[in-house]
């Protein structure tokens, strides 16, 4: 019987030899199962952020494209506003301009108005005196 019990032993053991093999093989299991785990997660992240990398690429092309846009109204603003400054310099010379032409316009009819006053008294003295003639003229018939 020690044959058989010394076989017995070693069945047992083989088979204790192969529980732990079977123990090793399933932590390696669940190793590798965590590995592809951390694996999925971290391609998950990967492609978030690269995901996010495209949307603040195409965000910053917009803004850029903003940006330009917005350059050009100010450049257009800007260059309206030095037409509209012109424009008022203009208005400003041409407004002085008329301002010494009505003066003058003022000072000739003022010499206008005293040389038709002027022109009435000397024509009122030729009147008398036609008068004065004519009387004269009937006194002398």
């Keep these: 019987m020690a044959t058989y019990e010394k076989i017995e032993a070693e ?10 093999a079977l123990d090793v093989v399933d932590t390696r299991k ?12 971290a391609t998950l992240r990967v492609t978030n952020a690269q995901l996010s990398l495209e949307a603040a690429d195409n965000a910053w ?17 800007q260059s309206a506003l030095n037409a509209a400054q012109k424009n008022l310099e203009l208005a400003l010379t041409e407004q002085g301009l ?3 032409t009505l003066e003058t316009a003022r000072k000739t009819l003022e010499e ?24 004269k003229y009937s006194k002398a018939e």
């Design 11 to 20: 069945q047992v053991a083989a088979d204790n030899n192969l529980f732990k």
């Design 30 to 41: 669940k190793v590798v199962a965590d590995t592809k785990q951390h694996t999925a997660t």
């Design 61 to 77: 092309k917009q803004a850029t494209s903003d940006r330009d846009v917005a350059q050009a109204l100010f450049s257009n603003a």
């Design 98 to 100: 008329a301002a010494k």
């Design 112 to 135: 206008a108005q005293q040389r038709f006053n002027a022109a009435q008294k000397t024509l009122a003295e030729a009147e008398r005196n036609l008068v004065d003639a004519k009387e």
